[in-house]
T-cell receptor, first 112, second 115 residues
Framework: AQSVTQPDIHITVSEGASLELRCNYS??????LFWYVQSPGQGLQLLLKYFSGDTLVQGIKGFEAEFKRSQSSFNLRKPSVHWSDAAEYFCAVGAGGQNFVFGPGTRLSVLP | DAGVTQSPTHLIKTRGQQVTLRCSPK?????VSWYQQALGQGPQFIFQ???????QRGNFPDRFSGHQFPNYSSELNVNALLLGDSALYLC??????????????FGPGTRLTVL
């Protein structure tokens, strides 16, 4: 069965610092991987996705993620965090029209 | 191009009541999935509708049912509400069959409070 873990429940970084949010997945075949962001009281916004090809994918708002098959990971990165990036971040795995399985989320706080 | 829309935004019900939530998919999408997101947790898959039929179902009781209409919009019905049904209910739409577009786009959600 598919599963997703996000080891960090809450991360705090200073504005302008770099960011890496971790995601590990379990899936029997090549997965489709996604990162979504959720601001308080809002729905989920797609940041980026990986289906195949280049393992480094670029997304919106300056985010990128790297797929590492050997580590079953799909970590999200941003070189310089902005105060507006404070939100909840969810990693998800899905494939071939199957339902998404989401991780528990990582809450990001940004210090001024 | 309208994205995924959901109604109502907020809803308050009492235990034992029934509720219906509505979702209109993104233009061009033919598949609707419903998720329940309890406070502080990630979304949990309820079920998915395609061609007006339930295509997949997560680990939710039969109190949760749905429907998809010919225009691809969808309803989620929950009977005999429990306090534990209080959550944000998210609708997501996608286009089945085209790998490159097999991405789910989410609506803003309906916040259900059961008292």
């Amino acid at each position: 069965a598919q599963s997703v873990t996000q080891p960090d429940i809450h991360i705090t970084v200073s504005e302008g610092a770099s960011l890496e949010l971790r995601c590990n997945y379990s899936y029997g075949a090549t997965p489709y991987l996604f990162w979504y962001v959720q601001s308080p009281g809002q729905g989920l916004q797609l940041l980026l996705k990986y289906f195949s090809g280049d393992t480094l994918v670029q997304g919106i708002k300056g985010f990128e993620a790297e797929f590492k098959r050997s580590q079953s990971s799909f970590n999200l990165r941003k070189p310089s965090v902005h105060w507006s990036d404070a939100a909840e971040y969810f990693c998800a795995v899905g494939a071939g029209g199957q339902n998404f399985v989401f991780g528990p989320g990582t809450r990001l706080s940004v210090l001024p | 191009d309208a994205g995924v829309t959901q109604s109502p935004t907020h809803l308050i019900k009492t235990r034992g009541q029934q509720v219906t939530l509505r979702c209109s998919p993104k233009s061009g999408h033919d598949t609707v999935s419903w998720y329940q997101q309890a406070l502080g947790q990630g979304p949990q898959f309820i079920f998915q509708y395609y061609e007006e039929e339930e295509r997949q179902r997560g680990n939710f009781p039969d109190r949760f049912s749905g429907h998809q209409f010919p225009n691809y919009s969808s309803e989620l019905n929950v009977n005999a509400l429990l306090l534990g049904d209080s959550a944000l209910y998210l609708c997501a739409s996608s286009l089945v069959g085209a790998v490159s577009t097999d991405t789910q786009y989410f609506g803003p959600g309906t916040r259900l409070t059961v008292l």
